[in-house]
């Protein structure tokens, strides 16, 4: 069984930054993908971005040109650097693993953007 462990949530104010990160406990490099989804309250969880093995690399529209996603496979760790956050950012952000044998979710990080 596969864990992913999320990491750098937090309190940030209006135009800050933030950096999420997802520890995997199995290779990432074995996994079709990793993404980063998130659930505002009394809202549907939704994808935030994804990469994949072969590093393609896609974004909501919502946090284009704001977001990147990105991955240390020799570290196992897969990041989400968060730039320019507004309070519609505020959710619980989830890491997710893909893989032929089952997707694997994290436990979640809370993001509150607020001033």
């Known amino acids: 069984q596969v864990q992913v462990v999320e990491s750098g949530g937090g309190l940030v104010q209006p135009g800050g930054s933030l950096r999420l990160s997802c520890a995997a406990s199995?290779?990432?490099?074995?996994?079709?993908?990793m993404a980063w989804y998130r659930q505002a309250p009394g809202k549907q969880r939704e994808l935030v971005a994804t990469i994949t093995r072969g590093d393609s690399i896609n974004y909501a529209d919502s946090v284009k040109g704001r977001f990147t996603i990105s991955r240390d496979n020799a570290k196992n760790m897969v990041f989400l650097q968060m730039n320019n956050l507004t309070p519609e950012d505020t959710a619980v952000y989830y890491c997710l693993g893909i893989s032929t044998m089952g997707n694997y979710w994290g436990q979640g990080t809370q993001v509150t953007v607020s001033s």
């Open positions: 199995a290779s990432i490099f074995t996994m079709y993908a």
